[in-house]
């Protein structure tokens, strides 16, 4: 007999996702977390006295009507989840060298209108690019709603937009409608939420996140943590149980190898957990090293071989005395990159001149203005990522921190030194206001979300990694299923998503028969940049802090 129904190896969005939904139709579900804290890319943690989400940086689709909207509230966690939305006039700001910032704003036809204001010559070509954006995106949900050999036949016509633009490269569809290259790297920046350059990228992936993004973005109120809080609220409700620092050490498996099936796992204490299936949300190559390769055909090992991760990051974390409003600063995120005619990608892309080249490309962003709650000891918090390869930092692999010696803590300071000179480029005034700082690197990743080659967006996402290059919800071990960045999509969208669809294939039902706990349920949203339209108690909570430069945190 087994212990539980399900054991869910991870709590990163895709796990609690499908541990959610089954425990909600009541399974016995057990997820195991090898960190002291929930959440995976969607954890928080404290630097210094100081609060960081470093994996949430802004979530779209929570307008009204929005997908994510819908399975939240869907779900039955509407109560416990509460977002701002970015600023509406710039949820995004571009700003490529010298040129004049361009603002992102909410909702396609603004965006079309902005981007033909700024570039007026163009504008015919702009309409038609982001209209095929927004088809590549519509399309692509065709491609799993083939039920038969009809919708099969039909699905060159119906997604002909996808058959034409979407294999091939995002550089090759802007320049077949956008000619100058201003405007084709302003239209490239949200690149940096899968981590390739323009002609690395598949089209129909450009699409699909752009139309995640078209109505704007939100940040949920606590940071990124108020996610998986919000999952766990549920997971308990329904039954369920989260085990933290429960690293599992082998997925048990009976059977010989190419006829497997998952029965458990073993932690890394020796206690066994037996179960009828097991969900993993690690990404593929720790998935299977814990069934072990010997134990996998020859096919899979090939795959894994082969497969490649994205990109890694240095994280700077900054606490600063300064007005960030009175700086330029407000709540929409901020990308940079070097000039136009610089690849910010191209450090990333040559592991042997990073160094040489230095941050080409930064993301900045200001927490405590988009979740205005959550100011720290009355100082204002700032995140930056710069996009590094892995492969520099591999000769301290498997090493703990505070002992990685003299070379690593030097490699450290000269990059904070770096980017913070960007930074200073960016936020006039922001050296001489800095309370604390602190520099994470991929082997920060690699340790505390267990992430292969501290890669952020799990596999690498370019055309042969997606769709049927990506890893499986059901892999050839039976009874052993996996979710999040290396399967459907990435981000916290759509490792949700992932591991939603792994439930929903367990129990064979529709998705709209899952959206039935919410009843009554309504997201609650708000303006960070509107005070005026603040409820009550968010007003207290924003005034408390800068009064008395308290934390003020709903994930205390």
């Keep these: ?89 710039g949820y995004e700001v571009a700003r490529i060298g010298d040129a004049e910032p361009f603002r992102y704003p909410a909702g396609k036809d603004a ?52 058959v034409r633009h979407g294999f091939g490269s995002l550089e090759k569809l802007q320049r077949r409608y956008l000619r100058d290259p201003l405007l084709r790297q302003i239209c490239s920046v949200q690149g940096g939420d899968y981590g390739l350059p323009p002609h690395r990228t598949p089209a129909v992936l450009h699409g699909a996140l752009a139309e995640h993004y078209f109505e704007g973005g939100w940040y949920p109120r606590g940071g990124g943590f108020a996610l998986p809080r919000a999952f766990l609220r549920g997971l308990k409700r329904a039954g369920g149980e989260l085990k933290l620092r429960a690293e599992v050490s082998e997925i048990l498996t009976e059977g010989r190898p190419g006829k497997l099936r998952a029965i458990g796992v073993r932690l890394a204490d020796g206690t066994e957990v037996r179960a009828k299936r097991v969900i993993s949300n690690a990404d593929p190559r720790v998935t299977f090293r814990l069934v072990g390769h010997e134990r996998l055909s020859v096919k899979l090992r090939k795959k894994l071989a082969k497969t490649r991760y994205s990109c890694a990051v240095l994280s700077l974390f900054l606490a600063v005395d300064m007005d960030l409003r009175a700086a330029g600063l407000t709540s929409g995120n901020l990308w940079w990159s070097e000039g136009v005619d610089v690849d910010p990608y191209a450090a990333v892309q040559d ?33 930056v990522f710069c996009m590094v390869p892995y492969e520099p930092f591999r000769r301290w692999e498997g090493t703990e921190h505070g002992q990685r010696g003299a070379a690593y803590e030097a490699l450290k300071a000269r990059w904070s030194e770096r980017i913070l000179a960007v930074v200073e480029r960016l936020v006039p005034g922001v050296r001489d206001a800095i309370a604390f700082q602190e520099l994470g690197t991929p082997l920060t990743n690699d340790f505390y979300v267990a992430a292969s080659e501290g890669s952020i967006y799990g596999i690498e996402k370019t055309l042969d990694q997606l769709g049927p290059g990506a890893f499986p919800l059901q892999t050839e071990v039976t009874d052993l299923h996996m979710c999040g960045a290396s399967t459907l999509s990435h981000g916290v969208v759509g490792a949700t998503r992932s591991g939603i669809a792994v439930a929903k294939g367990i129990l064979g039902v529709r998705q709209r028969e899952l959206y039935r706990y919410g009843e009554g349920q309504r997201l609650r949203c708000y303006s960070a940049e509107d005070p005026s339209a603040w409820p009550e108690e968010i007003q207290r909570a924003a005034a408390r802090a800068r009064e008395r430069g308290e934390p003020v945190s709903s994930d205390a």
């Excluded at 804290?37 to 609060?51: A, E, I, M």
């Excluded at 590549?136 to 002909?160: F, I, K, N, T």
């Excluded at 040489?356 to 204002?380: I, V």
Aim: net charge negative; glycine share 12%; hydrophobic share 40%.
């Design 1 to 89: 007999m087994s212990d539980v129904d399900t054991v869910v190896i991870g709590s990163g969005a895709g796990g609690m996702a499908a541990a959610l939904v089954l425990a909600q139709a009541g399974e016995r579900v057990l997820v195991c977390e090898q960190h002291y804290v929930p959440g995976g890319w969607c954890h928080s943690f404290t630097l210094g006295g100081y609060r960081f989400s470093p994996g949430v940086h802004y979530i779209g689709e929570l307008g009204e009507g929005g997908g994510l909207r819908e399975l939240y509230e869907g779900l039955g966690l509407a109560n416990d989840l509460e977002f701002f939305q970015l600023d509406p006039a």
């Design 111 to 162: 965006l079309i209108a902005a981007l033909s204001q700024r570039f007026p010559a163009e504008a015919k070509g702009i309409s038609r690019y982001v209209e095929t954006l927004q088809r590549l995106s519509d399309q692509l949900a065709l491609l799993s709603r083939v039920r038969g050999p009809l919708d099969a036949l039909l699905l060159p016509w119906r997604a002909r937009t996808v």
């Design 351 to 383: 592991p042997s001149r990073w160094e040489e080249l230095g941050p080409a490309g930064l993301f900045l962003t200001a927490t405590t203005l988009k979740d205005p709650t959550k100011h720290a000891q009355g100082r204002h918090l700032l995140e």
